[in-house]
């Protein structure tokens, strides 16, 4: 048996004893986890400073703080998320316990990504642990500090056996496929997202992919350049670019190019001084091979910002290119890298339709004063999710769902979401072997009388609250109406 | 915008002279459905279904084509499946009418933006959830229940604003062709179409471009199925037929049990994806169940099933032929049996002695043929149950709450019912999916439009307030971090981290 194969079944066996049911044990495991983040800050932090040289306040900023947010909401509606949830009931099942119960799945298998290797890695994990799953947690090698970090410290916090950590590369992960899991959890590109949607069809397991696709970001002429700008700006190089919710590309008039140009380079400048390449605060691209993908991006485009790299460093300054049209290079794929296109259009009509001729991407950002203008977008485009005025902050909202849809994914999660999405939300009607009567109606002979009755019972929805409520303002109009008439006989 | 041809007298006549001449349907092929997705995209697209009062006026034409036209369904549903009138108008047309008023009374309710939860610093921004539409949907029903498993997604496809395909099962020919011909007349001719194919251009077709693909059938086809829609990362919801259980107690009410097992095995000759497939009775209850279900199809059905006009028949010969097969091959026939090829006929027939390894327990049913397997406590019927794969339902008949608390806790399925059957499957307010091999995903009422919707996130907020904003922007300070950390503390009671961001 292969390692992945015997954590596998060492996790099912241990899913199979029933541990994970008392919601007491989850509440342990998500303090545990919590425990590791708040313990190990600095080992997290250094692993994320070799992986994508990001500094201390950062990877505490846009990876711990968020996964802290959703444990905390976990531990505080938990009780509430795993009860069971009662439905409206009709004449016929009046007298039943009718209602939807959420259940563990079983074996998850996550599936992280590098570019917030701990983010996206153990998000998922809470929703995992709160909804009574095992897990399998493979993070991406190729951020390999993380990876290593993981492996050898989350051991020390949670359940080593429901919550096994495997590192390696593509053959440990095929091998990870092979097993049955009850539903995969993948982040990362969607070309890799059907293969792993391929290698467990046979087994018919669910999956969530949450991939990428090109964001676009359009700013309408009348809108506050200024604070558009810095927000894009924040927005774009944060990561280096390297972030699933980035805005892509920017499109806006050709009026309005050179001021947007403009603005840019001073956020820039104000965010990552006029040297980022020795700024601490601004990041890395992940490995030389992402690298030279992005640098092969820049090809057939004017550029009007940045443009400088260094292949040693995996350096690639912010970079803005102008007048990029739809069929530049730079269109072609999504770009996850320090690179924003700006392609000039005559308005939101013709924005709207270069957005609808492309794939649904998983965010799409609107910057305009004009509420009317983003309503037209909401209703006439369709994305993952949309912002307007600001970029990547619906990530931080764990009341909103955060998935794609076509080719950005399929499925969601953060706070219940997730809980949702890794339960299986079951169907229970509890009857009693009483009233057989009203169940008459159903049985063979069948008459047309007995066929007049099932009509009736079947088609009529009750709601139970409003019988209630009629009953209870029947009983106050004769308790009125008692006392009236009290009060006029003894006048 | 212009709504779907009513059925006037031109239309009416014409659909009754085909109806009457029985006039041949072509079939679809791979190559006419690429044509006929362009259309309906372009329905889809140049927004007719967006609209509140478009999809309410489509709903409420399938209730009119379903009280016009239920003589034709009840015709038809009896020619392919010799389905009693009864079982026709409850459990097929009946459904799907509850389905559709249920949606025409709730869109209002379910087309609202949900809003979302806010605190203190995102109270000046609009957060909310949208519903919007996928685009088009193929649906794929199944031919035991083919009105049923073809219109109640539809209603739900309908009610969340989709365009969709709709392919009956070709086991199910009348009906198919019924509802192929009565579609143009009752709903939009560009956004709902039927298609009529088998199940080889069926993965064809479902490798082009859809925006969810709906299957209800069995675990094989419900696979290749899933298989073709990897292409283009369609989403798929399989519905998927499968070994449902049914504990009997030896605490319960054996008539009543009896009757209630009875009626749901063998409605529809048994073929009916939530019927109980098999049971597993306590051993000191078996003989007074045995002796029950005996009465009870007697009552039912008469001595002689056969000249019943409230018994069904298999759809075909195929079907037939596997049942017999694994009717000869195991276990002792306590009651019926008797099989007529010519009439497609198979008696309500029950087993005893079967084992679990026998052929009779390795594959779903789907015939009128009940396995009574006899289990010497609760905790082998759970461990039973757990041995094989999550089912579509599980049944469990006792007037002992703890014994009906603790099957359901230990087991998982699709769905559960105790002390009854198959009636959670017709609820429009509970989901009805699989879980495991019984498949994934949910439908009915509520769960429809929202499987068949994508719920996007919105956040709108203003480019005023940038001055708390600043904190997030680099250079990253220690003094801008532990802010920021000291605001998410305070607001971790609300539903987000740092709002402040």
Redesign the interface.
Known sequence: MSREETVVVRARRAF?S?KT?PLAFRVLQLKGLHRFISERRKEIAEAVQKDLHK?E??T??FET??L???I??AL?RLAEWAAPRP????L??ISDE?Y??P?P??VVLIIGAWNYPWAVTLQPLVAAISSGNAAVIKPSEVSSHSAKVMEKLLPLYLDTELYPVVTGGVPETQELLKQRF?HVFYTGN?TV??VV??AV??H?T?VT?E?GGKSPCYIDKN??LR??C??IT?GKFVNCGQTCIAPDYILCEPSIQGRVVEELKKCIT????DDPKS?E??GRIINQHHYRRVMALLEGSTVALGGDSDETQCYIAPTVLSDVTGGSKVMQEEIFGPVLPIITVSGVDEAIQFI?EREKPLALYV?S?D?KL?RRV??ET?????????C???F???????GG???S??G?YH?KHGFDQLS??????????KM?GV?TM?????TAK??SW??FL??K?VNVGKLRQMAQVTLFAALAAFILQRFFRST | MSGPPSPSPKNWFRALRRTRLGEPCMKTYPLECVELLKRTRGAFQAGRTVNERFRQTQLEAIVRMLVEHECDFVDALGRDLHKPRFETVISELMLVKNEAVHAINSLKKWMEPQRVERNLTTTLDDCFVMNEPLGVVLIIGAWCSPVHFCLVPLVGAIAAGNCAIVSPSEHSSHTAELLHRLFPSYLDNECFHVVLTGLNELTEIVELKFDHVFFIGNKEDGTRIAQAAIRMLTPVTLVLGSKNPCYVDEHCDIPITARRIAWARFHNAGQNMVAPDYILCHADAKERLLQALRCCIMQFYGSDPRESRSFGRMVNLECLNRTRDLLGKCGKVAVGGKVIEAEKYIAPTILTEVTDSDPIMQQEIFGPVLPILTVNSLDEAITFINQREKPLCVYAYSSNCKVISRLMTETSSGSFCSNDCVLQSLLAVLPFGGVGASGMGSYHGRQSFDNLSHRKSCLLRSTRIESITYLRYPPYEDRNLSLMTWASNLSQRSQGWCQIL
């Open positions: 199979q029933g049911k500094t306040h950062g505490e900023l703080l968020g802290e947010g959703e905390n909401l505080e439905v409206e009931k009709n016929l099942t009718v939807i119960q259940e799945l079983g009850d969607s997202g059907k949607m391929a069809a046979r018919l669910p992919l991939l809108c506050d604070v558009a810095r927000r924040w104000e965010f990552y001084t700024f605060d601004y609808n910057f004063p509420n983003i909401i209703a369709s994305s993952g999710a949309l912002l307007a005025n600001d990547l902050v619906h931080t909202i764990s009341a909103l769902p955060f849809l076509g080719n994914g399929m969601r706070g299986h939300l079951r169907a229970c009607l509890i009857r009693k072997l057989e169940n159903r049985y063979p002979p069948h007995k066929l099932a009509r079947l088609l929805q």
